[in-house]
Structure formats: structure tokens, C-alpha cells
């Protein structure tokens, strides 16, 4: 099993910037992609940002260039570093980790507990 901590959630202004942190930790794992989901209330879980273990990433269009995933690979974890904040990306932000088991070699998902973060003056 894999655990997730995340960290780096607050409150900031508009236009304001953020760097959100997720450390994957365990044992007998190799992480296949990393990801970041936020949900607003009343609104269903969608993704903000995504990194696969080769490097490639995908961003939904209303984050492209303020928001920029990345890796430490040394130390398993990801980052989100947001800017030009703006209150409609006020959510519960979510790591999300896509890892395969290397005893059993199955694919698996596992999630953070979720970062607040409110854009706000």
C-alpha cells in the first residue's frame, strides 16, 4: 500500500499564488502517473493537473499557464504550483497517485485526504 500527505492548502488573495505538495510513501511500489483533482462544493471531482512516469502532462484549460505539475522523483513527490489565482479555483484540491504493486504487479489508486484552498480578498 501507498500513503499520500498533502500540504501547502490556505487561503491567498486574487492573483495570488499556491504550492501544493503530495509525498508518496510505502514500500514495493512504482509510481505510474500523479495527478491533481480539486472539487468545488456542490460540484463533481475533476482534474487539474497530470504527470505520467514519462514525463508527459495534461492540464485542464482553465488552469493552462497558471498551473504547472511536478516531480521529486528522489523524494516521491509532487507538486502543483499555482498562480494568477483567481476565487473560482477555490476548492478541496486532491493528489491522486496511479501505482503499481511490484508483488503482485497490479495497478491500483490511491488519494490524498485534500488540501482547502480559498481564493479570496
Known amino acids: 500500500q501507498v500513503q499520500l500527505v498533502e500540504s501547502g492548502g490556505g487561503l491567498v488573495q486574487p492573483g495570488g499564488s499556491l504550492r501544493l505538495s503530495c509525498a508518496v510513501s510505502?514500500?514495493?511500489?512504482?509510481?505510474?502517473?500523479m495527478g491533481w483533482y480539486c472539487q468545488a462544493p456542490g460540484k463533481q471531482r475533476e482534474l487539474v493537473a497530470a504527470l505520467t512516469r514519462d514525463g508527459s502532462t495534461n492540464y485542464a484549460d482553465s488552469v493552462k499557464g497558471r498551473f504547472t505539475i511536478s516531480r521529486d522523483n528522489a523524494k516521491n513527490t509532487v507538486y502543483l504550483e499555482m498562480s494568477s489565482l483567481n476565487p473560482e479555483d477555490t476548492a478541496v484540491y486532491y493528489c491522486?497517485?496511479?501505482?503499481?504493486?511490484?508483488?503482485?504487479?497490479?495497478?491500483?489508486?490511491?488519494w490524498g485526504q485534500g488540501t482547502q484552498v480559498t481564493v479570496s480578498s
Open positions: 510505502g514500500s514495493s511500489f512504482r509510481i505510474e502517473a
Open positions: 491522486n497517485v496511479n501505482w503499481t504493486s511490484l508483488r503482485d504487479y497490479a495497478r491500483r489508486f490511491a
